[in-house]
Every structure is written in C-alpha cells, then in structure tokens.
C-alpha cells in the first residue's frame, strides 16, 4: 500500500506542477472531487481494515505480556522486565501514506461540500469590475440561490432563483467554459439591451444614471467619469473613459449574433431564451457578452455577493451590490 500510495500522491502532485506551470489546463473542481474520493476510499479502508487490524496486533501483544507475566509469577518472579506501552502506541499509530490520505479526507469532505453546494472562493484578477470589485479583492460567491450544481458536471440539482438584473455573476467564460469571469447581469431572456452612445437601455427604457464625483483609478493613476446606475432596482456604481470611443470593435462571431445589431454609437441585441447579457461596471475597460456574446445558463457558477479580504485594502471588507 504504500507503493501504491505514493505513486497517487506523486500522480496529484505532477498535476498540480503541470498546472502552476502552464503545462496543462487545470480544473480545481475535478482535482477536489478525485481528492475527495481517493482520500474517502482510504478513511473507509483505515475504519472498518486498517484500523481494527492494528487494534488486533496491540491486543494480541497486550495478551502475550500478560500471559507471560503470568507464567513468570507461577515461578516466583515478580519483578518482569520489559514495558510495551511504547511498543503498543506505535502498533496503533497510522502510518505515514494513511496519515497523508484517511487522515485528510475531513477536511478535504469539508470543503468539497462548501465548495460545491454553499460558497466558494475568487480572487478578482482584472479592473472590468471597477468600481464595484477592484484587483486583487477575495470575494465569496453564493452556489445556491440560483440552484445547487453537481461538482465538475455543472448539472443543475434544484431550481433556485433565476438571476435578476444588476446581480454580480460568476460563469463560465463561454468561449473557454475552463475560465471563469465575473460581470454584472444586464440582460436576461427576452430582454433588448441596448448600449449606445455609452448609455444604457433596456427594452426601450434608459436605465436611470446619475453623476457623481470622479473616480481616481490608482491602477492607471487617473481619473474616470463616475455615475451612478440603477438597474433592477438596486444601485451600483459604473465608470465611463471619455477616451474610448462607443462602438464596439473585433466583436466575435458567437451564437445569437444574428440578434444583435452593431453600429458606430455602439450595440443593440436581443437576449435568447435560457441566455444573459453581461457588462461589466469599467464600461469601457470590460471584455464582456458585446464582444463575446450571452452566457447560457448552463454556464452560471454563482451569485458574488462579499468581498472577505483585499490585503492591500483590509477596509474594502464587506457585502456589495
């Protein structure tokens, strides 16, 4: 067993090399979902095999002690040399390759199921959320309210709640499902976005906007128009770069392009059934659904909701919209 082991733990290690070093495309999912059964597999065996075999061995000597003492008394020796307390505590003691198995599946069963069916962790690596989300945040993300998923398969389990406009998303990025990206909901099925002339609209209704003070970006050290948006009822904030202009150009070929119309003054489209149109808040700073199109729901991942450390800004702790 422990040729065995160590062969799958060098096997878990060669992955996770491969991946920090861009050898192959990681999946984390899939990753915590082998650990979860390997280490499962061993805590089972440790249980009901392992375990009760060493239980056994200990017994067995403990009996052996005894019967020669015993033996020793019937011939006047009290005094019996030898202590197998030590000798005990190391038969019953896991050995290294359980210890690096059994013994992790806990905490490993842990976090699988957090992970999976409650929250789960990111890191924001781009400024298409500014405002809102900076580089470098630690957010949390809801996996359930819009219905639990199986792990891996993203299989949805439970119904949940459709995602609304102005909810902060996590999904797959649909052109490469192994990535995943984080926008604001603007469009869900059915709905005609419209973004022209840098203003957004929605089924023919301007979405309400207000100025407010610039923003200072300390990423690009400058200033960027900053208004505040109502969408779905909730407010949140958006940038706007003067220096861009408002059309949209290079955009993808992507299904469903043939309901969208690009123009000078920037993109119209209407949003498919069982699809959302995504945008990020740094409006002209966002590779988002006007450039690569709608995200199926099949895509969704979760709902983003608090940001649970940025070390280089502790105070950014706290929920967002």
């Given at each position: 067993?422990?040729?065995?082991?160590?062969?799958?733990?060098?096997?878990?290690?060669?992955?996770?090399?491969?991946?920090?070093?861009?050898?192959?495309?990681?999946?984390?999912?899939?990753?915590?979902?082998?650990a979860t059964v390997v280490t499962g597999v061993y805590w089972l065996a440790e249980r009901f095999y392992?375990?009760?075999?060493?239980?056994?061995?200990?017994?067995?000597?403990?009996?052996?002690?005894?019967?020669?003492r015993e033996e020793l008394?019937?011939?006047?020796?009290?005094?019996?040399?030898?202590?197998?307390?030590?000798?005990?505590?190391?038969?019953?003691?896991?050995?290294?390759?359980?210890?690096?198995?059994?013994?992790?599946?806990?905490?490993?069963?842990?976090v699988f199921l957090l992970r999976s069916f409650l929250f789960e962790?990111?890191?924001?690596?781009?400024?298409s959320m500014v405002p809102t989300l900076l580089v470098g945040d630690l957010i949390l993300v809801n996996k359930y309210t819009y219905g639990l998923r199986l792990p891996v398969l993203n299989t949805k389990i439970t119904a949940g709640t459709p995602p609304q406009?102005?909810?902060?998303?996590?999904?797959?990025?649909?052109?490469?499902?192994?990535?995943?990206?984080?926008?604001?909901?603007?469009?869900?099925p059915g709905d005609t976005v419209a973004y022209l002339n840098k203003r957004l609209t929605i089924n023919g209704q301007p979405v309400a906007t207000t100025a407010v003070p610039e923003f200072f970006d300390e990423e690009a050290m400058r200033y960027f128009k900053q208004f505040e948006?109502?969408?779905?009822g909730k407010k949140h904030r958006l940038l706007n770069d003067d220096d861009r202009p408002a059309f949209v150009p290079g955009a993808d070929n992507f299904d469903g392009r043939d309901g969208c119309s690009y123009t000078v003054e920037g993109v119209t489209c209407k949003v498919p059934a069982g699809h959302y149109f995504m945008m990020g808040d740094n409006r002209d700073n966002s590779l988002d659904s006007r450039y690569w199109g709608f995200v199926p729901e099949k895509n969704i991942v979760g709902k983003a909701f608090f940001v649970w450390m940025n070390f280089g800004s502790p105070k950014r702790i706290g929920s967002f919209d």
């Open positions: 067993m422990q040729a065995i082991t160590s062969i799958i733990l060098a096997a878990f290690g060669l992955y996770a090399a491969s991946w920090y070093f861009g050898l192959v495309e990681g999946n984390f999912a899939l990753l915590l979902l082998l392992f375990l009760p075999q060493r239980q056994k061995a200990a017994a067995l000597l403990e009996a052996n002690d005894l019967q020669r008394g019937k011939q006047g020796i009290s005094q019996v040399d030898g202590n197998i307390a030590e000798a005990k505590v190391r038969l019953l003691m896991q050995p290294w390759w359980l210890d690096w198995t059994a013994g992790l599946f806990p905490v490993i069963i842990v962790p990111f890191k924001i690596p781009s400024g406009r102005g909810d902060v998303m996590v999904f797959r990025y649909p052109p490469k499902p192994s990535l995943d990206y984080i926008k604001r909901v603007v469009g869900v948006e109502t969408l779905g």
